[in-house]
């Protein structure tokens, strides 16, 4: 009866390691996770891009204001 239970479970490991996938599917995904990461980053660069474009420069809005500021205190 070990012998047969033995048999069966080394059968089934062989099994499950050849159900795996083959070299040429392992390449698809492997080009396929590169892909999705080169659109990822280019994804990113355009969003930093994008928010470098539409940011204010606090210090010349600061300046305004605290100019503002002076004006009217004198008047």
């Known amino acids: 009866m070990k012998k047969v239970l033995s048999i069966v479970a080394a059968s089934a490991m062989l ?18 996770k590169q892909a999705d990461s080169i659109a990822a980053a280019t994804r990113a660069a355009d969003s930093l891009a994008a928010l470098e474009n539409t940011m204010v420069d606090t210090t010349a809005v600061s300046a305004d204001t605290t100019a503002a500021a002076t004006t009217e205190a004198a008047h």
């Open 15 to 32: 099994a499950i390691v050849a159900c795996g996938p083959s070299a040429e599917e392992k390449a698809k995904l492997e080009a396929q």
